[in-house]
């Protein structure tokens, strides 16, 4: 309804969607961090004040893991070059659901004939198939190049990036205590509280679940999610 206004987060749903970000951080997941900050300034208004202190005093050592990607060679102009893929890959994929509209929903033709396209739609749409299987395709190997070359300067730089990515870990640390605590202060059943998470040697934490994502489905990663409930 217009000029209502917009139903407030409850605090220890935005404090867990901050645990998840700071895990992600901590594993190499790249983040806009003015978008953090306005996530943990929800914080600063809530009984959770002190994870946004927390934050603030944490935000240059995010800043430093967030931007190395970019100090790979190379990196940068390969990411460039993965967008524009998949921004081509959105727009196959628009054509073909145009084409295949045009060729199967009856009213098309009272509007372009009965063979739109002279009568090649079909080979226009098998060409749109085509292009963005490649598009797919060449997107999961541009990613692929993206990770073992950053994977190989993390090997290269792991003392370098060490004490940044303490401090995400300490802060997750931190916040996941807080998440417990607040799971046995409501009494409510601790998998209301369950997050999906890159690392498993948290304080707090029961792991519930363990497993290697898939790339299209099909190939396993090199890295696992682990599903946890915070623990007092």
Sequence with gaps: MLGR???????????????VV????????????????????????SRFKEHYEMWV????QAEKIVDMPLKVEGVRGMIRALSWVKVATRVALIVLVFFIAMLLVPAWEKVLGP???GGNGFLYATVAVVIMVVMMNAGQV???????????????TVDEYRPSRDKMKDCVDR?????????NRKGV?????GLVLYFDDYRNIEVVKQWKPKSIGL??????????LPKV
Aim: some cysteine; glycine content about 2%; overall charge positive.
């Design 142 to 156: 541009i990613d692929y190049r993206i990770r073992k070359k950053i994977i190989a300067y993390e090997d290269a």
């Design 175 to 183: 916040m996941m205590f807080t998440l417990a605590r607040e799971a």
């Design 219 to 228: 190939f396993k990663k090199s890295y696992n999610h682990y599903q946890v």
């Design 5 to 19: 206004k917009k139903k407030e987060e409850d605090p220890v749903t935005t404090l867990a969607r901050c645990i």
């Design 189 to 193: 059943n601790r998998s209301d509280f």
């Design 57 to 60: 005093k944490a935000r240059p």
């Design 115 to 117: 063979h739109p396209f």
């Design 22 to 45: 700071l895990d992600d951080i901590r594993a190499y997941r790249r983040k806009d961090v003015d978008q953090i900050d306005g996530l943990f300034s929800e914080l600063k208004k």
